[in-house]
Structures are given as C-alpha cells and as structure tokens.
C-alpha cells in the first residue's frame, strides 16, 4: 500500500463500509418496492410491518453511510451497521435453514448484484466483520481518552 | 478495568439511543416522503400477485365489454360442436366432484394462471365460462378478466353447472 500511511490504510474499511450503506440505501430508495417484494421473500415479518421496513430501510441506511464517514457519529453509524448485518446474517440464515430461495433486493432491482441466498448470507457475514471491525476502532479513541484521564492527563478523542 | 468497561458501557448505551432515534426517525421520513412518490406504497405490504389482481380487476372494471351471456341451448350446441373451450371459474373442489367434460378449471383467485393454460394460448379461441348458478359473481369476474387479458370471444353460460347437470347433459368428474 505504497503512499498510505496508517490513518489512511485505518479509513479503507470505513470508506468501503460506508460506501455499501449508501449505495444500498439510494438504489433501495429509488425503487421500494423492489425491496418490499425482497423483504417479503424471506416471510418473517407480517404484512402490515414490510412497507413501513422498505419506506424507512433505506434512509436508515443511507444515515448509517453518512454517520460512519463522520467522525461525532461514527461509533454509533458504526453500531447500527453492526446491527443492520446481524438482522441480514440472521435473515440469510434462517432462509437457509428453511430452504428458501430469497432474491432480496438488498441493491434495489440490479441485477448483477442480486445474490444467491448462499452468497448473500456470506456476504452478510462479511459485512457484519467488517461493520464490527469499523465499530471497535470507533471506540478506541474514548477509551484512550478514559484511561488518560485515569492517569491524571486530560486529552480530546482522536478522531482520525 | 472497571473504569474502562464502564465508560464502554455508556458509550454503548449512548450509541443505541442513538439508533434507535435514527431508526425511528428514517421511518418516519419513510412514510412521510411516501405519500409524494408517483406510486406510493399503500400502508400493508401486497404480494405481486395480489398487486397483479388488483390492477387486473380495475382493467376489467374499465373495460365497457361484457362478456356474451349464453343460454343452455346454445351452450349444449356449442359443446356438442366442440366450437368453445369451457372455462369452470368455481374451486377446484367442486371443479373435481363434477364438470362440463373438456373444460378447464380456472378460478378467479387463479386468475392469472391463465397464461399457463395451453387451451387458453389461443386468445381469438372463444371460451365459455360458467360458474355454480345464475347468482355467482366468480364467473362473471372470471369472464370480465379473460377480456382484460385479451381474449376476444368471451362468453358467459348464466345457468352454470346447476342448470347443466340437472338437464341430464354429460358430466365428467
């Protein structure tokens, strides 16, 4: 990773993280009901709770992207995207067990990115190690703080 | 240590206040910009195929056509002829305990499996449908959403399996 240094390299999982929210946010926002349908797919929640799912999912998302990025709201963005994948990895899973194929729309109608109930549980995975991964570096800089202030100096969080 | 786990604590804690907020917040910005979209999501989730219906059945509400009504006479001739493909709009139930021989079963909730029916491919073919009695709605709908689907030559038999079955005409079960 040649002219990256350690901050830079820290931010490739955040970026990437926060990039997946958004761009899963706004294709979800421009067609709803595509991912009304996709939520439905996997016949967990009952018919009067998928749409009000599908109309706030996605700024619920697109917040999370926006939050992860900043650096205030990063461990709390960093905690719902956290607890987005959970529910993803949960929903794959039982999909699995229950051997359904679900197409979830997690991307809207594309396609390409259309995942395979198996490919999308992995992918969930992945994004929930990752999201994990963007979280506990969020709260690094606060314990930091804590135990500096434990030791009698008084400094800010680093945000980097 | 204790220290360190607390404030971890209250930072969790803080953070899922937070989330929640969030959460409860873009469901509410969800629902409210809902109502300016071109086609808005009605308040409980329908299936496709509910969604299908529906739009079918205001197409068939719009369509000016009524289906032909046929009495038993003509109905008979036309059987015996072999000119018309009999279309039973009741449940398959009652469809299975008795039928006008050659015909098929299409149910109103099923209405859209049309599509997969090979005797219904031809859509210039006429088709007959008939219901239980003079009374029921399924094979004036049945009917009304052949037409929205396109097909021309659409008839409806008013007297329908009870008039059919009393005149001693051949039934197939």
Redesign the interface.
Known sequence: MVGLGLAGRKMIPRIFVSSVFLVAGLLKLWD??AF??GI?AFHVFP??S???????????EI??GI?ILSGR?R??AA??AC?LSVCFVLLYASALARGIDVKCACFGKWEILQASTRVGFVRAIALLGLSAWVYTKA?LP??RN??AE?SGERTRPRVP | MW??AL??MT??F???G??FL??A???????L??SF?R?P????????ETRMLRSLSSAAEMIPREPALLEFQAVLRTWKDSAALFVDAREPAFFDEGHIPRSVNLPRDEILRSKTIGELADKSRPVIVYCSEEGCEDGKIVAKGLLALGHSKVSLYTGGWEEWSASGSPVEK
């Not at chain 1, 998928?50 to 619920?60: D, R, W």
């Not at chain 2, 009605?42 to 496709?48: F, G």
């Open positions: 709803p009901l009304a349908d439905a018919a009067w998928i749409n009000v799912l599908a109309m706030g999912i996605p700024y619920f917040l999370t939050g709201t461990s709390a905690l719902a607890g709260l606060y314990q804590r135990g434990c | 220290d360190g404030t971890s930072s969790l803080r953070d899922m937070l989330v969030a959460f917040a873009s469901c509410v910005l969800g629902v910009t809902n979209r086609a999501l009605p308040t409980v989730y329908e299936n496709p």
